[in-house]
């Protein structure tokens, strides 16, 4: 073929059928015969045929549509992602992507399964929803990929799942690194580990008590106090807080693997003067997670790159819609921060908990 690309009209001759079949076969549009599908199949291998997805989306005035779930309220962290997902949407526009955004209650896993079963009826190549463990959310996401319609898990991953793919950190070993920095700041000593959770039934929060267990597990001196679970709300969070740090005067270290950090730093705030401040990590830099480490509130702040997660998203949808090899996805490794390594102070400030 004088070293020029093979083209579809190639395939079509070599496996002595009409451009039209051809084209139905490489693209999935219409039924074939087995026969002649077998035999385009056939000369694509051979000839080495690669499919110009550009040029077939535009013949056929192809339009991206995908759907991120994301829970709603005052998160920051979600705030955050929401934010670059506009960014994302407005600057994928000219490339014929429709971006929607959806949210839905925090931790609802029966509003999540209503919500998926409504995407499965609508015209969406692909959703991204924060997973959500229950039985009605697992058999929700096997309709929606019944449907045809490619499921990613965000942030948080499910066990049940019928998904193509997790996008996000490995949560199992965000644990552990908390762990591992609370063992490196007691050095020996005694102490008393109180976890604070969103809800046992997020996925990534159980994951992270998980790997935080296991670490300490290497530090007998180390107890953990029973876990918080403060909905993500600074408001449940600073009333448990202050409750458990009233209780047990005992704790010497706190690790919150979700939101409401707000309410933990305010807690901290109102504890006697008298009282040393435990030693404090917390999941995701925003604005008010940065003050707290400017100001020596809290000690470590673990981020998991939702900028990172958004393009892998996207990237992800679009080849699985595309009907192409997606990339390999190994977990984002999470950034470390702490006092001295803070990046430049971003424009516009994050709000909420």
Not at 54 to 70: E, M, P, S, T
Request: charged share 25%; glycine share 8%.
């Amino acid at each position: 073929m004088d070293g020029k690309l093979p083209t579809l009209t190639d395939v079509a001759r070599r496996a002595g059928v009409s451009y039209a079949t051809a084209d139905r076969v490489v693209n999935g549009r219409g039924r074939v015969a087995e026969k002649s599908s077998r035999r385009v199949l056939e000369a694509i291998e051979a000839l080495g045929y690669v499919r110009n997805v550009a040029a077939a989306n535009l013949a056929q005035q192809r339009i991206y549509r995908f759907a991120v779930i994301l829970p709603d309220g005052q998160n920051a962290f979600f705030a955050r992602m929401r934010a670059i997902l506009a960014e994302t949407r407005d600057r994928l526009l000219p490339e014929r992507f429709d971006l929607r955004v959806d949210t839905v209650p925090a931790f609802d896993s029966a509003t999540l399964a209503s919500h998926l079963d409504g995407l499965a009826d609508a015209d969406i190549d692909g959703v991204a929803v924060v997973g959500t463990e229950g039985p009605e959310v697992a058999a929700a996401a096997e309709r929606l990929a019944g449907a045809g319609v490619h499921l990613l898990t965000l942030v948080s991953d499910m066990t049940a799942a019928d998904r193509a793919a997790y996008v996000g950190i490995d949560n199992v070993v965000a644990g552990r690194t908390a762990g591992r920095m609370i063992l490196m700041a007691h050095a020996g000593r005694p102490g008393r580990v109180l976890p604070v959770l969103g809800a046992l039934s997020a996925r990534d929060h159980a994951d992270r008590l998980s790997g935080l267990r296991a670490v300490l597990a290497d530090g007998p001196q180390l107890s953990l106090a029973p876990e918080i679970e403060g909905r993500d709300s600074s408001e449940i969070v600073e009333r448990k807080m202050r409750d458990a740090l009233t209780a047990d005067p005992t704790i010497t270290a706190i690790y919150n693997a979700g939101a409401g950090n707000a309410g933990l730093v305010r807690a901290l705030a109102a504890r006697p003067a008298d009282r040393p401040r435990p030693f404090v990590v917390l999941h995701e830099l925003v604005a008010h997670t940065r003050a707290a480490l400017e100001t020596g509130q809290i000690d470590m702040v673990l981020d998991q790159r939702p900028e990172e997660a958004v393009r892998r998203v996207v990237a992800t949808l679009r080849a699985l819609a595309d009907r192409r090899p997606a990339e390999k996805l190994e977990p984002i490794l999470p950034t470390i921060f702490v006092k001295d390594n803070l990046p430049p102070q971003p424009g516009p400030a994050d709000t909420g908990d």
